[in-house]
């Protein structure tokens, strides 16, 4: 907020560009102090929405089979979370991950008949699913393999 109101105010045409807290670009939310939290709680809301619909097709008869569950998961909302790895920062929102691993557990829990305070951590992995900082690590480390690689090339050069 005070960066915005410290930014002088641009004119094109006779017209003042506005200055945003966000925009969002290519389904990114990108803020002022790139930080990515309103990027992350967008996520979160999408993940809600698809583990809502998946859950919606488990019932007590045990239809659709814990496999299907997990593959649903996995393709749909776990994908939806791998996606925004990428984007987030290098600090990665605790609160925030511990509400994302919790939403993508749910319908895993309930095919189960797991009780809801079941460690989300635990189903995730039981599942086959890694967690997601465990993944943002991994993002990390091949981002400083590329680099290195790349100021090591440029100095051959």
Same mark, same amino acid.
């Given at each position: 907020?005070?960066l915005?109101k410290?930014? !002088?105010?641009?004119?094109?045409?006779?017209t003042?560009?506005?200055f945003?807290?966000?925009y969002?670009?290519?389904?990114? @939310?990108?803020?002022?102090?790139l930080?990515?939290?309103?990027?992350?709680?967008h996520v979160l809301?999408?993940?809600?929405?698809?583990?809502?619909? @998946?859950s919606?097709?488990?019932?007590?008869s045990?239809? !659709?089979?814990i496999?299907?569950?997990?593959?649903?998961?996995?393709?749909v909302?776990?994908?939806?979370?791998?996606y925004?790895i990428a984007?987030?920062?290098l600090?990665l929102?605790v609160?925030?991950?511990?509400?994302?691993?919790a939403?993508?557990s749910y319908? @895993?829990?309930?095919?189960?008949?797991l !009780?809801l305070h079941?460690?989300?951590?635990?189903v995730l992995?039981?599942?086959?699913l890694?967690?997601?900082?465990?993944?943002?690590?991994?993002?990390?480390?091949?981002m400083h393999?590329?680099?290195?690689?790349t100021?090591?090339e440029?100095?051959s050069?």
């Amino acid at each position: 907020e005070s960066l915005i109101k410290s930014c !002088p105010t641009l004119i094109l045409s006779k017209t003042a560009i506005p200055f945003l807290n966000f925009y969002k670009y290519h389904g990114v @939310i990108l803020d002022t102090g790139l930080r990515f939290h309103l990027h992350g709680l967008h996520v979160l809301k999408s993940i809600k929405q698809s583990s809502s619909i @998946i859950s919606q097709y488990v019932n007590k008869s045990g239809t !659709p089979a814990i496999p299907t569950v997990i593959a649903l998961v996995r393709a749909v909302s776990f994908a939806k979370a791998q996606y925004a790895i990428a984007t987030w920062s290098l600090v990665l929102n605790v609160k925030l991950l511990v509400s994302i691993h919790a939403v993508l557990s749910y319908p @895993i829990k309930r095919a189960l008949g797991l !009780p809801l305070h079941t460690n989300a951590n635990e189903v995730l992995m039981e599942a086959g699913l890694p967690l997601l900082n465990m993944l943002h690590l991994s993002e990390l480390s091949h981002m400083h393999r590329r680099l290195q690689q790349t100021l090591l090339e440029g100095h051959s050069a």
